[in-house]
């Protein structure tokens, strides 16, 4: 087999973290004959040793859209990028039949063509495996109504059929369980999808010790020596809840001091990060931005300082955070996101530390207030995209064994006297920081409210259960387990080059289906006056 993986950029971030992974793993196997990257110009992020392992190619068409000529319409652009695919391949001695070609996020919007390609190489003659990290239905609407634009289509059913197609030599994967019974829900014959969990490992053997580690935090960011580190390990990019996350610095308190690693990359994004700075110098002395720009300070150096490391997204694709830090024996305290964190519980991973909601208490009217706000958010975000969205929260999930009251875990986000933290907009989560900081009452009755979650923070951490899971980690989502899933989910591409297609199609859209399967928060689309 020839395995060709394809995305639009290798920048640092998820998607090319996950393909360094992958070709770590596929590099000792002997089905496989050779690797190669293809992408659009930007190939920085990528490992030496990653390109020491494959081949890198560069096609400048599979660019994002916002970043390269757009002058051709979609049929043009997707005809020109699957012949020069083609021809590279060609030129590389690489036959259509014997060839895989893995395409990650194919649907996402960025670059409109990319769905209509693949099926130009399939037709060809390649077998194509589309792995699905991010769903442009998931809040995303500006990615959503550009790729309905860009393919002229009136139905959201119209653009499903190009965004999602099946048949011969088509193949998808997914990160977690739940996109696998979503893309089934929707018509793709099961037998077409793959689950496909990242693997997880450090990017370094060597973790300095504890007292090494902390001493050079300590003197890199002018801490006391008392500190203790709450890691934060993300790009502070809108779904990351920073507004959470600097509450939760509240709710921990000195000595502990938490740490946001990477600045976000985009203006918008940018922009919504230092919004967050400026409410942190005014409200939050306990929390250190770009930890991870420091000179001199290296990730494992801030994992290898901390004593427990958090989460506070409210959306995640496969969930990194939640798996990393145990194999540097860390414990992770986290906002449950029952799609993707019953994967690992399933495995056999004692999440105990987890919360479903931050209880803030309020007036009658302040509450009522913040639930308009959060309808509103939700209307906006979508207007002119599509008809009015449903406000309903979604169907319950398995929730994990909680930090928070079991009658919590139920809430779909609100009582009577108050409400989850993150269905708050942006504007009230500063509202409730800042009263959190100038309010000792509402404070103190914040943190009785929370009480689990405020012991969960600052505990020792428990030797048995990261001996646990650090082994599970290890082993269920170690570079052997993602070797031989990847070279199944090849050989059963190759095999769909002839399997008969038993998809069937839906009446529900793939908006439909995405929005009923995930809770929606403001904070994700949230947009920020003079960001473009």
């Known amino acids: ?54 081949s890198l190619w560069t096609i400048p068409s599979l660019e994002y859209d916002s970043l390269r000529d757009s002058s051709r319409n979609v049929q043009q652009q997707a005809e020109q990028t699957a012949r020069e695919l083609d021809e590279q391949c060609q030129r590389a001695g690489w036959t259509r039949e014997q060839t895989v070609i893995h395409w990650h996020n194919h649907s996402l919007g960025k670059n409109a063509a990319a769905p209509l390609v693949i099926q130009r190489l399939a037709t060809l003659g390649y077998s194509c495996l589309m792995q699905i990290h991010d769903f442009a239905e998931d809040q995303r609407p500006q990615n959503w109504a550009c790729l309905k634009a860009a393919h002229g289509c009136d139905r959201a059913q119209d653009l499903d059929r190009i965004l999602y197609p099946h048949g011969e030599r088509l193949s998808y994967a997914t990160l977690t369980t739940g996109d696998a019974e979503t893309l089934a829900q929707f018509g793709i014959p099961p037998a077409r999808i793959d689950l496909l969990p990242n693997s997880v490992r450090l990017p370094s053997d060597e973790l300095p010790d504890f007292e090494t580690a902390t001493r050079k935090i300590s003197q890199a960011f002018e801490l006391p020596t008392d500190f203790r580190w709450m890691l934060y390990p993300v790009r502070g990019i809108r779904r990351k809840n920073l507004g959470e996350f600097l509450l939760l610095c509240q709710l921990a308190g000195r000595p502990t001091v938490g740490a946001m690693t990477l600045a976000p990359d985009t203006p918008m994004e940018r922009r919504s990060y230092e919004r967050w700075r400026t409410v942190a110098e005014q409200s939050v002395d306990n929390v250190v931005f770009d930890a991870g720009h420091h000179e001199g300070i290296q990730f494992v150096d801030n994992l290898s300082a901390a004593s427990v490391v958090v989460s506070s997204s409210v959306a995640e694709g496969f969930g990194m955070v939640f798996l990393e830090p145990w194999l540097a024996s860390r414990r992770v305290v986290a906002r449950n996101l029952p799609g993707v964190t019953s994967d690992f519980m399933d495995q056999g991973m004692h999440l105990d530390q987890l919360y479903d909601v931050v209880m803030i208490p309020g007036s009658t009217a302040w509450l009522g207030e913040a639930e308009c706000q959060f309808a509103e958010a939700k209307v906006k975000a979508w207007k002119g995209v599509r008809c009015q969205p449903d406000l309903a929260p979604p169907p319950p999930s398995v929730a994990a064994p909680s930090v928070a009251a079991p009658s919590v875990a139920a809430s779909p986000g609100h009582r009577c006297d108050w409400i989850d933290f993150a269905r708050l907009s942006p504007a009230l989560q500063v509202e409730v920081i800042h009263r959190f900081a100038t309010d000792a009452g509402f404070a103190k009755e914040v943190r009785q409210r929370n009480a689990a979650l405020c012991d969960a923070l600052v505990t020792a951490s428990d030797p048995a259960m990261i001996a646990h899971n650090r082994n599970i980690v290890a082993t269920k989502y170690g570079a052997e387990n993602q070797r031989q899933q990847l070279l199944n989910a090849y050989r059963k591409a190759l095999r769909n080059q002839s399997s008969p297609d038993s998809g069937s199609e839906n009446d529900q859209t793939m908006l439909d289906l995405v929005e009923h399967s995930r809770p929606f928060y403001p904070c994700r689309v949230e947009q920020l006056d003079g960001a473009s």
């Open 1 to 54: 087999m020839k395995i060709l993986i394809v995305h639009c950029h290798f920048e640092r971030g998820g998607v090319t973290q996950v393909v360094d992974n992958h070709v770590h793993c596929l590099h000792e196997s002997d089905d496989i004959d050779e690797v190669a990257l293809v992408s659009g110009p930007r190939q920085s992020g990528l490992q030496e040793a990653t390109r020491s392992s494959a």
